[in-house]
């Protein structure tokens, strides 16, 4: 299940990329490369504009949709780190705690200067 969403994502996230880039804005589009201010759709001047805009809002809503499901999807599989160790004491009864005492470590003997 969890590879069918992703690569539905992919598929959104494509489309998504492409109605964006289909649209015209004030500046002009990428269909607006070779200048002119003739409609550039086959739906007439404004049609095209909503049912682009529309188109990119549904898209954006399943992009949504599949970024949550994803997060849900990876995040009930991922455990800690320390749940895969033996190395605590309480997942690993035979280990011993340690009780000999630290030493600091020996000081190193101090330099002295050479005399002259």
Avoid: Y
């Amino acid at each position: 299940m969890m590879t069918f969403v992703a690569i539905l994502h992919i598929l959104v996230a494509l489309l998504l990329i492409g109605l964006v880039l289909i649209q015209d804005s004030k500046g002009g589009g990428a269909l607006g490369i070779g200048g002119g201010g003739g409609s550039n759709s086959l739906l007439g001047a404004t049609g095209a504009q909503s049912l682009a805009a529309r188109m990119t809002r549904w898209t954006a809503v399943v992009f949504a949709i599949t970024c949550i499901s994803l997060t849900l999807m990876t995040a009930s599989r991922s455990k800690s780190v320390l749940d895969a160790t033996d190395v605590l004491p309480a997942a690993n009864p035979s280990l011993e705690p340690i009780t000999a005492p630290i030493e600091p470590p020996a000081a190193a003997p101090a330099e002295t200067a050479p005399q002259q």
